[in-house]
């Protein structure tokens, strides 16, 4: 069983930062892929990010590319999600998933992840 705790959501303005951070419970941390989702109210969950298990190989959406950066510490545990450039249409609740299995292409569709964290809200308004 793998307890993901997502930290790090409120409300900033367009334009504004924020970093993301989910915290994995398991010493087998480095052995997940590690993701993020979003969900916006009426609309679909969105593929945001993934890292590949020694954080060398990164896979975004579309909409978020050259805006955001996942990372990862194995050493703590942790998967980060830095958000620049904030637009109104990035409010959503931001999840973190993790995959256990063994892949070479990570993973952009939400049913492939095993673990799912409750989400942090991320709101940006002016």
């Known amino acids: 069983q793998v307890q993901l705790v997502e930290s790090g959501g409120g409300l900033v303005q367009p334009g504004g930062s924020l970093r993301l951070s989910c915290a994995a419970s398991?010493?087998?941390?480095?052995?997940?892929?590690m993701g993020w989702f979003r969900q916006a109210p009426g609309k679909e969950r969105e593929f945001v990010a993934a890292?590949?298990?020694?954080?060398?190989?990164?896979r975004y959406g579309d909409s978020v590319k050259g805006r955001f950066t996942i990372s990862r510490d194995n050493a703590k545990n942790t998967v980060y999600l830095q958000m620049n450039s904030l637009k109104f249409e990035d409010t959503a609740v931001y999840s973190c998933?993790?995959?256990?299995?063994?892949?070479?292409?990570?993973?952009?569709?939400?049913?492939?992840?095993?673990?799912w964290g409750q989400g942090t809200q991320v709101t940006v308004s002016s």
């Open positions: 998933v993790a995959d256990l299995t063994f892949r070479s292409v990570l993973p952009n569709a939400y049913s492939e992840y095993d673990y």
């Open positions: 890292i590949s298990r020694k954080g060398v190989i990164t």
């Open positions: 398991g010493r087998a941390f480095s052995g997940y892929i």
